[in-house]
C-alpha cells in the first residue's frame, strides 16, 4: 500500500501506467477516490476525478453541514454543489450525511438530487441504498404516531381510554395547539358541534 507501506493493498489506481496500490482503509489519508457505481473504479491521489465547476469558496466560507470552515478552494478536502454552486461541504461531512440520507440524499441547500448524486458518486462518496436512518430509528418512531387515547382525569368511556369513534360522544378529539394530547368528546362536556378544542397546557 502506497499510504501505508503494509502488504496487502489490492486495489489498483486504474489510471493507464499508474501503478499505486492501496487499501480500502487507507484510500481517504491517501486522498485516494473509489467510485461505488458503475465499474468501481479506484483512483489514486495524482490521478483522482476533480469537481469540474467553476466555483470558489467567498472568504469564511463554512461547510453547510458542520459549519467549520472550508478551504479556499475546491480540493479532496472541500466539495461544492455543482447545480446550486452555493453548498460548500467538507468529504467527510458529505460522505455521513449520504450514509444517513440514503435514497433521501441531496444538496442540502438546494434539493438538487440529480445532478448532486451523480457527482458525489464520482467524488468517491458512498451513498447508501436504504432509507434514511431517521426514518427507520426507533427513537422517531413516536413522531409518526397520532396521540391516541383520552387524557382527562376522569375518563367516562365504558370501553377505556384508548378507545375512539369517528364521531358522536366518544370521538376523542386532539388539543388543537400541540395534538399531544386528547380527549372523548363527553369526557369534556363538548357539544357534537363543537370542532376544536384545547389542552389544559396551550
Not at 438538487?112 to 447508501?128: P, Q, W, Y
Request: net charge positive; glycine share 6%; hydrophobic share 30%.
Amino acid at each position: 500500500c502506497f499510504v501505508c507501506g503494509m502488504m496487502g493493498a489490492t486495489i489498483t489506481c486504474q489510471k493507464k501506467g499508474c501503478d499505486r496500490s492501496f487499501q480500502l482503509p487507507c484510500a481517504s489519508e491517501g486522498e485516494c477516490v473509489t467510485q461505488f457505481f458503475g465499474l468501481y473504479r479506484s483512483f489514486c491521489w495524482e490521478h483522482h476525478p476533480e469537481q469540474a465547476v467553476q466555483a470558489t469558496p467567498e472568504q469564511n466560507r463554512t461547510c453547510i453541514i458542520c459549519l467549520d470552515l472550508v478551504e479556499g478552494r475546491k480540493s479532496y478536502h472541500t466539495m461544492v454543489c455543482p447545480a446550486c454552486q452555493h453548498a460548500w461541504f467538507h468529504q467527510s461531512c458529505i460522505q455521513k450525511q449520504a450514509i444517513h440520507a440514503g435514497v433521501c440524499f441531496r444538496c442540502l441547500h438546494c434539493q438538487n438530487k440529480d445532478l448532486f448524486v451523480m457527482e458525489t458518486l464520482t467524488m468517491g462518496i458512498r451513498i447508501s441504498k436504504r432509507q434514511p436512518s431517521w426514518e427507520s430509528d426507533q427513537a422517531c418512531g413516536l413522531v409518526y404516531q397520532r396521540h391516541s387515547f383520552c387524557n382527562a382525569r376522569r375518563c367516562l368511556c365504558p370501553g377505556g381510554r384508548e378507545q375512539a369513534e369517528e364521531e358522536g360522544s366518544w370521538q376523542l378529539l386532539l388539543c388543537s395547539s400541540c395534538t399531544a394530547k386528547g380527549i372523548h368528546r363527553r369526557c369534556s362536556y363538548l357539544r357534537n358541534s363543537t370542532a376544536t378544542w384545547e389542552c389544559v397546557c396551550c
